[in-house]
């Protein structure tokens, strides 16, 4: 009996001894997928906050401060606007044109034409200002030979840059078209005189602009850009008071030092020249929506050019002014 009493009380014991081990094994089972669950928790939360904190995310500053950080894309977005706002305004004006005044029909479809072409100018503008684009194309175009670029290349298609001033200079074609057609169509009429006296001072203006963006006249004076415009035009009309090093001197190279930054002054001064006409649209028919929208569009580019002028400066070259004042970042003192 004794021994049958020790047997089943070993038996017993080993019967615990499995238990213990297969509870062992289930609870270290169980801590490990707690463990895997956990660190996929911790993996989703990591995704999901940098995804947050992304530039893809439209609700993170960082996809705001990505796509309006810096004073260039300000002024090119604005552009943009202004475009869209343009080609809105023309399509209002071909909606209710009644079709009863040749004259006016083919003024609103051209104007229509050059709105399109505002809009893709604008566009290349937008894309050329993100600071990557920027850095690429100031490496390329520091890096090639002028030399061995095709002759579009040269004078149409070498940058970014070029193809945006490009877009906006054949904007005065379809006004151009407008003008010869009033110019034939009505020989009396002084619209059409005007109109082609304005394509042509227009033409003058983005000229510069155009010409500043070649690749080959970028790459002058080290790097800095031509001078074509201070050298054969500003220097000769200040022959009398110019001196090397005088105060005339040094004003002008350091408003209007190259190509570039005459070409934006000019475009600027363009554009704030058609505000007033805005104004008066907009008091003279207050209920007619294309007032306010060609005073949306008017005042968007004055204000995109303001904000360009005000980059072409090396001091702020790259600079975020805007932001940091509409964000409030006390960082804006120091680029204002």
Same mark, same amino acid.
């Given at each position: 009996?004794?021994?049958?009493?020790?047997?089943?009380?070993?038996?017993?014991?080993?019967?615990?001894?499995?238990?213990?081990?297969?509870?062992?094994?289930?609870?270290?089972?169980?801590?490990?997928?707690?463990?895997?669950?956990?660190?996929?928790?911790?993996? =989703?939360?990591?995704?999901?906050?940098?995804?947050?904190?992304?530039?893809?995310?439209?609700?993170?500053?960082?996809?705001?401060? !990505?796509?309006?950080?810096?004073?260039?894309?300000?002024?090119?977005?604005?552009?943009?606007?202004?475009?869209?706002?343009? =080609?809105?305004?023309?399509?209002?004006?071909?909606?209710?044109?009644?079709?009863?005044?040749?004259?006016?029909?083919?003024?609103?479809?051209?104007?229509?034409?050059?709105?399109?072409?505002?809009?893709?100018?604008?566009?290349?503008?937008?894309?050329?200002?993100?600071?990557?684009?920027?850095?690429?194309?100031?490496?390329?175009?520091?890096?090639?030979?002028?030399?061995?670029?095709?002759?579009?290349?040269?004078?149409?298609?070498?940058?970014?840059?070029?193809?945006?001033?490009?877009?906006?200079?054949?904007?005065?074609?379809?006004?151009? =078209?407008?003008?010869?057609?009033?110019?034939?169509?009505?020989?009396?009429?002084?619209?059409?005189?005007?109109?082609?006296?304005?394509?042509?001072?227009?033409?003058?203006?983005?000229?510069?602009? =155009?010409?500043?963006?070649?690749?080959?006249?970028?790459?002058?004076?080290?790097?800095?850009?031509?001078? !074509?415009?201070?050298?054969?035009?500003?220097?000769?009309?200040?022959?009398?008071?110019?001196?090397?090093?005088?105060?005339?001197?040094?004003?002008?190279?350091?408003?209007?030092?190259?190509?570039?930054?005459?070409?934006?002054?000019?475009?600027?001064?363009?554009?704030?020249?058609?505000?007033?006409?805005?104004? !008066?649209?907009?008091?003279?028919?207050?209920?007619?929506?294309?007032?306010?929208?060609?005073?949306?569009?008017?005042?968007?580019?004055?204000?995109?050019?303001?904000?360009?002028?005000?980059?072409?400066?090396?001091?702020?070259?790259?600079?975020?002014?805007?932001?940091?004042?509409?964000?409030?970042?006390?960082?804006?003192?120091?680029?204002?």
């Amino acid at each position: 009996m004794a021994d049958l009493h020790s047997s089943s009380a070993a038996a017993a014991e080993e019967s615990d001894t499995k238990q213990l081990a297969v509870s062992d094994v289930e609870a270290g089972k169980a801590d490990t997928a707690l463990t895997d669950t956990l660190h996929a928790a911790t993996e =989703v939360h990591e995704e999901l906050s940098s995804w947050w904190e992304s530039q893809n995310n439209p609700l993170s500053g960082a996809f705001w401060k !990505y796509h309006f950080g810096t004073d260039m894309l300000i002024a090119s977005w604005f552009f943009l606007a202004s475009s869209v706002l343009f =080609v809105a305004m023309e399509v209002d004006a071909i909606m209710e044109d009644p079709d009863t005044n040749t004259d006016i029909t083919v003024s609103y479809y051209c104007g229509f034409a050059v709105s399109i072409l505002y809009l893709f100018g604008s566009v290349y503008f937008v894309w050329l200002s993100y600071p990557e684009e920027m850095a690429r194309m100031e490496k390329q175009i520091a890096t090639e030979d002028a030399s061995t670029l095709t002759f579009s290349e040269r004078y149409f298609t070498g940058s970014d840059m070029l193809i945006a001033t490009w877009f906006f200079l054949a904007c005065g074609f379809p006004y151009l =078209v407008y003008a010869f057609f009033m110019m034939f169509h009505c020989p009396t009429n002084w619209i059409g005189w005007v109109a082609f006296l304005g394509c042509g001072v227009y033409a003058a203006v983005l000229a510069v602009w =155009v010409i500043a963006a070649m690749p080959e006249n970028l790459q002058q004076n080290g790097g800095a850009g031509s001078t !074509y415009f201070m050298d054969r035009c500003i220097r000769p009309l200040c022959c009398l008071c110019w001196e090397d090093g005088n105060s005339t001197d040094l004003f002008f190279r350091r408003h209007v030092g190259n190509d570039m930054m005459a070409g934006t002054w000019l475009f600027f001064i363009f554009a704030m020249l058609l505000v007033p006409y805005a104004f !008066y649209m907009c008091i003279v028919e207050p209920d007619d929506s294309y007032s306010w929208l060609t005073m949306g569009s008017n005042a968007g580019f004055a204000f995109g050019a303001a904000v360009m002028v005000y980059t072409m400066y090396p001091e702020h070259v790259g600079s975020s002014a805007v932001w940091n004042l509409c964000t409030c970042s006390r960082a804006h003192l120091m680029d204002l």
